[in-house]
Nanobody, 116 residues
């Protein structure tokens, strides 16, 4: 499995960004996809994941501001981020994990910078 993310960039406080991640080389069956992020000097942390449209998980920091969705036919996951804050700055990593897998696949990361 290979993941390719896009959509990061520089945005002002209160602005919006939409991240996309395309998975290729996947096998049949649904996998959990999502996003983690790593701020400078901090550990990688959950942003949001999705298995089915009614099965999503968000970090508290993003609830009400971030929306995760997926297009199963395109093997693509999206993260709509609104009302961005400086603390949202970091490298955002796409995540892919099939049920019962011992490990996940990570994308190369896309940088999000929120300036005040």
């Amino acid at each position: 499995v290979q993941l390719q993310a896009s959509g990061g960039g520089l945005v002002q406080v209160g602005g919006s960004l939409r991240l996309s991640c395309v998975a290729s080389g996947t096998s049949r069956g649904l996998a959990t996809m999502g996003w983690y992020r790593q701020a400078p000097g901090k550990q990688r942390e959950l942003v949001a994941t999705i298995f089915r449209p009614d099965d999503t998980n968000y970090a508290e920091s993003g609830k009400g501001r971030f929306t995760i969705s997926r297009d199963t036919a395109k093997n693509t996951v999206y993260l709509q981020m609104n009302n961005l804050k400086p603390e949202d700055t970091g490298v955002y990593y796409c995540y892919y994990r099939v049920p019962m897998a011992l490990s996940a696949t990570w994308g190369p990361g896309t940088l999000v910078t929120v300036s005040s």
